[in-house]
C-alpha cells in the first residue's frame, strides 16, 4: 500500500502563485511516475502534469508556462508549482503515483485531494 498526502491548497488571489506539495510513503518498489489531476465544480477529472523519475515533464496544454512541476526523489515528493492563476484554475487537486511491485505489475494510488481556490 502506498499512502500520498497533499497539502498546500487554500484561497488565493488571481493572478498570485501556489504551490502544491505530495509525499508518497509505503511500500513503494519503483516508481514509474507521479502527476498531478484536478476536478472543477461539475467537471470530469482531468490531467494537469507529471514527471518522471528522470526528472521528465509533461504537461496539459491549459497549464504550460504556468505551471511547473518537479520532484524530489529520495523523499518521494512532488510539488506542483502554479503561478499567473485564473479563476478556471478552482478545482480540488489530487495528486497520482503509478508504481510497480518486484512482479512489475502496476497499480496507481490517489491522495484525497486539496481544494484550491481563485478569487478576488
Known amino acids: 500500500q502506498v499512502q500520498l498526502v497533499e497539502s498546500g491548497g487554500g484561497l488565493v488571489l488571481p493572478g498570485g502563485s501556489l504551490r502544491l506539495s505530495c509525499a508518497a510513503s509505503?511500500?513503494?518498489?519503483?516508481?514509474?511516475?507521479m502527476a498531478w489531476y484536478r476536478q472543477a465544480p461539475g467537471k470530469q477529472r482531468e490531467y494537469v502534469a507529471a514527471?518522471?523519475?528522470?526528472?521528465?515533464?509533461n504537461y496539459a496544454d491549459p497549464v504550460k508556462g504556468r505551471f511547473a512541476i518537479s520532484t524530489d526523489n529520495a523523499k518521494n515528493t512532488v510539488w506542483l508549482q502554479r503561478n499567473s492563476l485564473k479563476p478556471e484554475d478552482t478545482a480540488v487537486y489530487y495528486c497520482k503515483i503509478l508504481v510497480s511491485d518486484p512482479q512489475n505489475i502496476p497499480y496507481d494510488y490517489w491522495g484525497q485531494g486539496t481544494q484550491v481556490t481563485v478569487s478576488s
Open positions: 509505503g511500500s513503494i518498489f519503483n516508481i514509474d511516475h
Open positions: 514527471i518522471s523519475p528522470a526528472g521528465t515533464t
